[in-house]
């Protein structure tokens, strides 16, 4: 009964088919119970290896491997500034909250313009928190990540979660440094990130065409761009749809 019930999820009429490689059929039998085969994803096999043989268990693939790939943000838009290096490379800082939910296109100078007043308005209602994205005018890729999405407000906002990070010619993300709480503040004509010292970790103009990047007591950064002072080419803010 049990080679039937295999046949048939291995051919059709005329033809032979492969399983799907994420498939894998276990056959059981004992003396008190009736054979049986049942059908598991290889996911679900790792966590019921005392089901498995040992040979298939080295067959499969390394679970470190595939837990960096569940946790990969999947982009439901096309990025003209992440590629996958960049999104493996965030993955391991970005809080659990946000893991296996796609990320969705938010703002992007090159579709909505140069403008904070837009991009403030392009989140309006959202609760998730956001990926802000810049390369400049030397190519040097950077941003941060915010627990909260960005807004106008008289005061700080968001938590510990929040982080500064720069790509090239290594990643480095920059953490809470739990010094102070001067995570995100938006205003009407800038939008700073991390404070303290006289200094923003981040900071960028009404028309998202300047900005600055300097070290400061939030995060413990170094600066994000090459210049402490630089020209936007490009920029994008994501967010997480949960």
Same mark, same amino acid.
């Given at each position: 009964?049990?080679?039937?019930?295999?046949?048939?999820?291995?051919?059709?009429?005329?033809?032979?088919?492969?399983?799907? %490689?994420?498939?894998? $059929?276990? =056959? @059981?039998?004992?003396?008190? %119970?009736?054979?049986?085969?049942? #059908?598991?994803?290889? /996911?679900?096999?790792?966590?019921?290896?005392?089901?498995?043989?040992?040979?298939?268990?080295?067959? %499969?693939?390394?679970?470190?491997?595939?837990?960096?790939?569940?946790? +990969?943000?999947?982009?439901?838009?096309?990025?003209?500034?992440?590629?996958?290096?960049?999104? %493996?490379?965030?993955?391991?800082?970005?809080?659990?909250?946000?893991?296996? =939910?796609?990320?969705?296109?938010?703002? &992007?100078?090159? #579709?909505?313009?140069? &403008?904070?007043?837009?991009?403030?308005?392009?989140?309006?209602?959202?609760?998730?928190?956001? +990926?802000? *994205?810049?390369?400049?005018?030397?190519? /040097?890729?950077?941003?941060? !990540?915010?627990?909260?999405? !960005?807004? *106008?407000?008289?005061?700080?906002?968001?938590?510990?979660?929040?982080?500064?990070?720069? !790509?090239?010619?290594?990643?480095?993300? =920059?953490?809470?440094?739990?010094?102070?709480?001067?995570?995100?503040?938006?205003?009407?004509?800038?939008?700073?990130?991390?404070?303290?010292?006289?200094? @923003?970790?981040?900071?960028?103009?009404?028309?998202? =065409?300047?900005?600055?990047? #300097?070290?400061?007591?939030?995060?413990?950064?170094?600066?994000?761009?090459?210049?402490?002072?630089?020209? $936007?080419?490009?920029?994008?803010?994501?967010? $997480?749809?949960?």
């Amino acid at each position: 009964m049990w080679n039937t019930r295999v046949k048939r999820l291995r051919e059709k009429p005329g033809a032979m088919r492969q399983l799907p %490689e994420n498939i894998r $059929v276990l =056959y @059981f039998a004992s003396q008190c %119970e009736e054979p049986y085969v049942e #059908i598991i994803k290889v /996911k679900d096999s790792k966590r019921r290896q005392s089901l498995c043989s040992s040979e298939d268990s080295e067959a %499969e693939e390394p679970e470190d491997q595939e837990e960096v790939e569940d946790v +990969l943000p999947v982009l439901t838009d096309h990025s003209q500034l992440l590629d996958d290096q960049h999104l %493996e490379n965030l993955a391991s800082h970005m809080p659990a909250r946000t893991q296996g =939910y796609p990320w969705q296109l938010v703002y &992007s100078t090159a #579709i909505h313009g140069t &403008s904070l007043n837009t991009l403030y308005r392009n989140m309006a209602g959202l609760e998730s928190p956001v +990926l802000l *994205v810049i390369r400049d005018t030397h190519n /040097k890729v950077f941003g941060a !990540f915010s627990s909260d999405p !960005f807004r *106008v407000s008289n005061y700080c906002y968001g938590t510990g979660e929040t982080f500064l990070y720069s !790509f090239g010619p290594d990643f480095k993300a =920059y953490r809470w440094s739990g010094e102070n709480s001067y995570f995100v503040r938006g205003h009407l004509k800038s939008l700073q990130i991390g404070g303290g010292g006289g200094g @923003f970790g981040l900071w960028l103009d009404a028309d998202l =065409y300047r900005g600055s990047s #300097i070290a400061c007591p939030t995060f413990h950064n170094a600066p994000l761009s090459t210049q402490q002072d630089f020209i $936007v080419q490009d920029l994008e803010v994501w967010t $997480v749809q949960n």
